[in-house]
């Protein structure tokens, strides 16, 4: 079955740019018709979807982080990312990355979560 694996600094600083990784294994990104999107919880807080890049390697986000939002793939190591610039603490969270079928938005795979922290 298909396992998910988040990987990336725990702290950023303010302004500065996120980045982490998913490792997919067990199936590949490009498969028809899956989705893999990046959720977030805040603390305290429900789950945020952020966006998601498609088996097409189309990509969607959220309109309130569209501007500072960016999901690429690198097809050779199975690996998409998620950049969000320009971070301040409210973009302080656990992160998600997880795959739906036809962007239904019922994740049946999720990986771990990984704890993003922005502070100076």
């Known amino acids: 079955h298909v396992q998910l694996q988040e990987s990336g600094p725990g702290l950023v600083k303010p302004s500065q740019t996120l980045s982490l990784t998913c490792t997919v294994s067990g199936g590949s990104i490009t498969t028809n018709y899956y989705y893999w999107s990046w959720i977030r919880q805040p603390p305290g807080k429900g789950l945020e979807w952020i966006g998601y890049i498609a088996y097409s390697g189309s990509t969607y986000y959220s309109p309130s982080l569209k501007s500072r939002t960016s999901i690429s793939r690198d097809t050779s190591k199975n690996q998409f990312t998620l950049q969000l610039s320009s971070v301040t603490p409210e973009d302080t969270a656990v992160y998600y990355c997880?795959?739906?079928?036809?962007?239904?938005?019922?994740?049946?795979?999720w990986g771990q979560g990984t704890q993003v922290t922005v502070s100076s």
């Open positions: 997880a795959r739906d079928l036809s962007g239904s938005e019922d994740f049946g795979s």
